[in-house]
């Protein structure tokens, strides 16, 4: 069997910059709630698509925020797509799927959370993580852990990890460090691109392992001059490129209860049809073809 695992928050905020406004009867404005519905009701609709989780960001901060005082936050979230997020999870388990909201954590250490879990079982053919979020890389093993962004229809493997980002999964959150990651709000070194990261990181894997002398580095990628330059911002920086590490590393201790069993989608509950006429949109149980 496979397990697909969802980024909720990712797939909530493309709808709500996708998928058209739609008020409900009330007047709240519903389309990106509305709009993530249809695309997991067409999720497990799919032949092959049996297990299935959905993490949420419950609230945007989370311990990262403790640890940087620069981490994206909720500030200039549109108030119209903040309003959804408890109604998204509603929706979404009322659909009948597993719902991860993260308060402490974020939805993404919930994702890696459940892969710690269930990528021993000797039942699970393959995970597949939902979502083209670059933190989610480092999760990738093989073709037996892959993501998938389901918009562009592109599976990130081992191999594309690789290609794509020059660098294997288990360094992609040094990668992040060193180049940093504007939506997630921390700066990475200056000077540091996407290039020269890849080439060191290449050759030394991790932060740690980088020396501060550029003799050693080895790395004919890059130039002697701006091998220097590059050891020298590391070495002034060393603290914040591994704080920053830090924050790009899933965190994988988030306490799910669920076992395997429990992410087989069985069917939407009944609540569902109230919920949907509620926001102004009766056809999509209309399309339900699984009910509990």
């Given amino acids: 069997m496979k397990i697909h695992l969802v980024d909720g928050t990712y797939e909530l905020f493309r709808n709500h910059f996708g998928a058209p406004p739609k008020k409900a009867p009330d ?19 799919t032949p092959g698509v049996s297990h299935v989780a959905c993490a949420f960001d ?11 005082a620069g981490y994206k936050t909720g500030a200039g979230v549109n108030p119209v797509l903040l309003g959804q997020f408890s109604l998204a999870e509603e929706a979404v388990a009322a659909l009948g799927i597993v719902v ?14 459940a892969v710690r879990r269930f990528e021993r079982n000797k039942a699970v053919e393959q995970i597949v993580l939902c979502s083209p979020d670059k933190d989610l890389a480092q999760l ?29 999964p288990h360094s992609i959150a040094d990668w992040l ?26 050759r030394f894997e991790h932060i ?7 003799r050693s580095w080895d790395v004919k990628a890059i130039a002697p001059g701006r091998a220097t330059s590059l050891a ?26 669920e076992r395997l069993g429990d992410l087989q989608w069985r069917g939407a509950h009944s609540s569902l049809k109230a919920l949907v006429k509620a926001l102004g949109d009766e056809r999509i149980a209309a399309r339900v073809a699984q009910w509990r």
């Fill in 27 to 45: 007047g709240r404005e519903v389309g990106a709630t509305l709009g993530l519905l249809r695309s997991l009701l067409m999720l497990v609709s």
């Fill in 58 to 68: 419950h609230v945007i901060e989370s311990f990262r925020n403790d640890l940087f």
């Fill in 100 to 113: 991860w909201p993260m308060v402490e954590f974020e939805a993404d250490d919930a994702l890696a959370s």
């Fill in 140 to 168: 990738v093993s093989g073709n037996r852990i892959v993501c998938w962004d389901r918009r562009r229809d592109i599976v990130l493997d081992e191999a594309a990890v690789l290609e794509k980002f020059g660098v294997d």
């Fill in 177 to 202: 460090a060193l180049v940093g990651d504007a939506a997630d709000g921390y700066p990475g070194l200056p000077g540091w691109g996407a290039k020269s990261a890849s080439a060191v990181l290449s």
């Fill in 208 to 214: 740690e392992k980088i020396p501060d002398d550029a």
């Fill in 232 to 257: 020298d911002t590391l070495a002034h920086h060393r603290p914040e490129a591994l704080l920053y590490k830090r924050l790009a590393t899933l965190r994988q201790d988030v306490p799910l209860q």
